[in-house]
């Protein structure tokens, strides 16, 4: 399947080369080039786009505010030099989050995850969504040690052990296991972590929620777990995690 995509950057330069970036993309089609949020606001209500690659800062209307402006958005990808930005487009729930300068590598791992995010969604669409429940039937209530998740193939029972790390998916939630298994929760990062039990899953990153009981090691910007996975950590989390992580105190050399 071909995903339409609207590129929006009034840095003609910067523009051109995610133009030549996204050519190179299996599945994404580029529909329209916009150089203000102006633009790409009328061309979306016009049109349908399946991926925004959306600036930021851009004159008359910023894309946090193109994005607030549409009543069905399609998925968005933020691309900007203001990391400043991460935290308020996330309450967004928007996909994906680039800062510049862009490179290949991210910015394809960006449109994999939308078309990831878009192929779940369709196919939810002919199925009955997952939900987090509860014994009883209840929506989003956790047990002490567990909890349950309605999936398309049934209810599964999810030991918050097993659990590596969750990772948003826009309004979709992956939780990756200790037993290389993936479960998907119509649930938004922000509000499993509400639900979740705080002293074990920490936000590390603006995309991702670990159970801190499983890191094996934490470095200055990534999360190792003992099954090989790796995770990004940002300076904004770390220390709260690290706390968590190292409950009994860090050895320290002691002087004769």
Do not use: W
């Amino acid at each position: 399947m071909i995903y339409k995509c609207l590129i929006a950057d009034d840095n003609v330069i910067e523009r051109h080369m995610l133009v030549s970036f996204l050519k190179k993309i299996p599945n994404v089609k580029i529909v329209a080039e916009c150089e203000s949020g102006v633009e790409a606001a009328v061309i979306l209500g016009s049109q349908p786009v399946d991926i925004v690659f959306s600036d930021i800062e851009m004159p008359d209307l910023n894309g946090i505010n193109l994005l607030k402006s549409l009543r069905n958005p399609p998925v968005f990808i933020f691309i900007t030099s203001f990391v400043g930005f991460a935290a308020e487009s996330y309450d967004l729930d928007v996909i994906d989050f680039i800062s510049k300068p862009v490179k290949f590598e991210r910015l394809m791992q960006a449109a994999n995850k939308a078309i990831e995010y878009l192929q779940l969604k369709t196919a939810y669409k002919a199925q009955q969504a997952p939900e987090v429940v509860s014994e009883t039937g209840e929506k989003e209530v956790f047990a002490d040690e567990y909890c349950f998740i309605k999936e398309t193939k049934g209810i599964t029972k999810l030991k918050y052990a097993d659990v590596l790390y969750i990772e948003s998916m826009g309004d979709f939630s992956k939780i990756i296991t200790i037993h290389h298994h993936t479960h998907i929760v119509l649930s938004s990062l922000k509000s499993l972590l509400e639900q979740l039990p705080p002293a074990l899953f920490k936000r590390v990153h603006k995309q991702y929620v670990v159970n801190v009981d499983n890191i094996h090691t934490v470095t200055p910007t990534e999360i190792h777990f003992h099954h090989t996975q790796v995770v990004p950590v940002s300076s904004l989390y770390r220390q709260e995690v690290l706390d968590a992580f190292v409950k009994k105190g860090v050895i320290k050399r002691k002087n004769d």
